[in-house]
Nanobody
Framework: QVQLVESGGGLVQPGGSLRLSCAAS????????MHWYRQAPGKQRELVAT???????TYADSVKGRFTISGDSAKTAVYLQMNSLKPEDTAVYYC???????????????WGQGTQVTVSS
């Protein structure tokens, strides 16, 4: 069984920065997509950023220019650098990796446990 372990959340003042990390308990054979999602209280989970296997990145309009997703396919790890944080960025952040862990296993998606990010003065 594969686990994704997240770290890096916490409390930060508006305008501050945080870097989230997500590492798989074992390296994947193939990593197709790496995503970061977030869910604020009372709201649906939303896609924040995506990194494809080719390294292409896309972002939600609300975080463009402030957040940067990066990944390490060899380690099967994904990161989210968050700058110029706003109170509306407060949410639980989840990593999600789509891929294949080995040749005997079908492609699947895996979720991290979530890490709380709170932006407040």
């Amino acid at each position: 069984q594969v686990q994704l372990v997240e770290s890096g959340g916490g409390l930060v003042q508006p305008g501050g920065s945080l870097r989230l990390s997500c590492a798989a308990s074992r390296s994947f054979l193939i990593t197709s997509y790496m995503h970061w999602y977030r869910q604020a209280p009372g709201k649906q989970r939303e896609l924040v950023a995506t990194r494809t296997r080719a390294g292409r990145t896309t972002y939600a309009d609300s975080v463009k220019g402030r957040f940067t997703i990066s990944g390490d396919s060899a380690k099967t790890a994904v990161y989210l650098q968050m700058n110029s944080l706003k109170p509306e960025d407060t949410a639980v952040y989840y990593c999600n990796i789509e891929g294949r862990i080995d040749i005997a296993t079908m492609a699947n998606e895996y979720w991290g446990q979530g890490t709380q990010v709170t932006v407040s003065s």
